[in-house]
């Protein structure tokens, strides 16, 4: 609390980035140990592993639509490692539950060891998932439920993303989106009422033909709020604005 008191007031802008900056807070506690890894003796698996390690070390730690191919790796890596108990370098502490877990123990053999099969196997799905080092998280991550795939930013939850999204396994290496963000709205007050942006997500119409079936989901993806009318002046301004009077 005392940080938040510090830092001023929260403005609209701090919290929709807070939403959509899309950082994957897990790079934070392995990210580094990984890189340390890459940059140690790889052996007879160096020309494997390189493609791996020169996606990670390029990747920008977030989840957006530009992200790079590593954050793929990194997931694989990621999913694989949860098996080995004691990969913690800094296990979790009560006391102290912002900072830990954290770091790779990658200077533990049964870690080093689990760590390079990981690396090899997530080297192996991408091959296999027909991914190359230049595509990008918006071409993997997508949404078709309107027909057509939309690029989608954002990713699982248990990476520490707040634009948590779920995910299965589409054709051609992508991934479909199930769940996840759906309907946001940012609000702040001044002197004339509250003043507020939103999206929907997953789009109003479920209907493919519908002009309102991928409308706002294209506008998630381009991360561009609307702006919400409040007073009945705003709400007549609309351009759509129509007046349906019903009588018994």
Request: aromatic share 8%.
């Given at each position: 609390m005392s940080s938040l008191q510090k830092a001023g007031k929260v403005s609209v802008e701090n919290l929709q980035a807070m939403v959509m900056d899309n950082e994957v807070y897990h790079a934070g506690q392995v990210l580094p140990d990984l890189l340390r890894f890459c940059a140690s003796e790889l052996g007879d698996d160096a020309a494997r592993l390189t493609p791996l390690c020169t996606a990670l070390k390029a990747w920008d730690g977030?989840?957006?639509?530009?992200?790079?191919?590593?954050?793929?790796?990194?997931?694989?890596?990621?999913?694989?490692?949860?098996?080995?108990?004691?990969?913690?370098?800094?296990?979790?502490?009560?006391?102290?539950?912002?900072?830990?877990?954290?770091?790779?123990?990658?200077?533990?053999?049964?870690?080093?060891?689990?760590?390079?099969?990981?690396?090899?196997a997530a080297v192996d799905e991408v091959a296999k998932a027909g991914l190359s080092a230049e595509t990008?998280?918006?071409?993997?991550?997508?949404?078709?439920?309107?027909?057509?795939?939309?690029?989608?930013?954002?990713?699982?939850?248990?990476?520490?993303?707040?634009?948590?999204?779920?995910?299965?396994?589409?054709?051609?290496?992508?991934?479909?989106?199930?769940?996840?963000?759906?309907?946001?709205?940012?609000?702040?007050f001044d002197e004339q009422g509250p003043k507020a942006q939103g999206l929907l997500a997953f789009s109003e119409s479920s209907n493919p033909q519908s002009a309102h079936s991928r409308d706002q989901t294209e506008a998630f993806s381009k991360k561009q709020w609307s702006?919400?009318?409040?007073?009945?002046?705003?709400?007549?301004?609309?351009?759509?604005?129509?007046?349906?009077?019903i009588k018994e």
């Amino acid at each position: 609390m005392s940080s938040l008191q510090k830092a001023g007031k929260v403005s609209v802008e701090n919290l929709q980035a807070m939403v959509m900056d899309n950082e994957v807070y897990h790079a934070g506690q392995v990210l580094p140990d990984l890189l340390r890894f890459c940059a140690s003796e790889l052996g007879d698996d160096a020309a494997r592993l390189t493609p791996l390690c020169t996606a990670l070390k390029a990747w920008d730690g977030r989840a957006d639509l530009n992200s790079g191919i590593g954050f793929v790796y990194f997931q694989r890596i990621v999913t694989s490692m949860q098996a080995v108990a004691s990969r913690w370098r800094v296990v979790f502490d009560p006391q102290n539950p912002v900072h830990t877990p954290s770091g790779l123990a990658i200077e533990y053999p049964e870690v080093a060891t689990a760590l390079r099969a990981a690396m090899l196997a997530a080297v192996d799905e991408v091959a296999k998932a027909g991914l190359s080092a230049e595509t990008r998280w918006g071409d993997i991550q997508v949404s078709s439920i309107s027909g057509q795939p939309v690029p989608i930013h954002g990713g699982p939850a248990g990476l520490g993303i707040y634009n948590a999204m779920q995910t299965v396994a589409g054709k051609d290496g992508k991934r479909e989106v199930v769940s996840g963000t759906s309907y946001l709205q940012v609000v702040t007050f001044d002197e004339q009422g509250p003043k507020a942006q939103g999206l929907l997500a997953f789009s109003e119409s479920s209907n493919p033909q519908s002009a309102h079936s991928r409308d706002q989901t294209e506008a998630f993806s381009k991360k561009q709020w609307s702006t919400l009318p409040f007073t009945e002046q705003q709400i007549k301004a609309d351009p759509a604005y129509q007046v349906q009077v019903i009588k018994e």
